[in-house]
């Protein structure tokens, strides 16, 4: 994109000192007017593609930046409702002397749980 760039400013520098050479009004001048008119235009074009392709990989960056943050609030979350669940049913079961789980929250997890695993065994 550099060396179009390059090549339109030279081409338009050119133009430009012929135009100084010209006689004011003159076909020819008419002629490297419009010329010089349309390697402007071409400049311009290019100018307006590079700005759209900078703020395009702008915009791409952040939708990358902002996946990667969902990501790490979805592991995160997924990670402490698990540890927490964890720690949840290790404290509820209070065993006795005789093994069995003495507090109401246990045996309710361990009947929910035990009914699942029966349900898919059937």
Known sequence: ME????ALWNDYEEN???IDELEIGSGEYKTHMEERDKIRNELIKVEQIEADREMKNR????????????????????????????YT???????????TVTST???NVLNNVTSKIF????
């Not at 060396?3 to 390059?6: A, E, G, I, P, S």
């Not at 791409?60 to 540890?83: G, H, M, Q």
């Not at 349900?119 to 059937?122: E, I």
């Open 3 to 6: 060396k179009l760039k390059q």
């Open 16 to 18: 430009s000192s012929v």
């Open 59 to 86: 915009e791409i960056e952040s939708d990358n930046r902002n996946e990667k943050i969902r990501n790490r609030i979805t592991i995160a979350t997924f990670a402490v409702s698990t540890v927490v669940s964890i």
């Open 89 to 99: 049913v290790v404290k509820t079961f209070r065993f006795d002397q005789g093994a």
């Open 105 to 107: 929250l246990g045996r």
């Open 119 to 122: 349900k898919r065994w059937k």
